[in-house]
């Protein structure tokens, strides 16, 4: 499925295991749908689940820390994604990641 991303791979699985575990850490549900979709030179990564309101979907204080043990699930999904929001459905919302296509966020980050 995601042959001819090679690259970005990693960066895909980081963020869908983010993403999963947020929505089974922070919901009575879980989650109930997880699309991965390649458009053009970008990944989109959604992970739905039931529970409609989004508002507590957001970027941890804790994340700051580096010492945290906890918190830093939707920091590492924006220091990968181009960007990431919430989308309300008609049975719940979804948390959706774009990321680039090309190489993955740590050669980015080297300069390689």
Known sequence: MLAGVVPCVDDVVLVVSELVGNAVRH?????????????GDQVIVAVHDPEPDGSDVHLSEEAADPLAESGRGLWLVQ?????????TTAVGKAVV??????????????GS
Do not use: H, K, M
């Open 27 to 39: 919901t009575t549900a879980g989650p109930d749908w997880l699309t991965i979709e390649i458009d």
């Open 79 to 87: 220091t990968l994604a181009r960007r990431w929001y919430v989308e």
């Open 97 to 110: 990641a774009v990321l680039p296509r090309g190489e993955a966020a740590v050669s980015r980050a080297a």
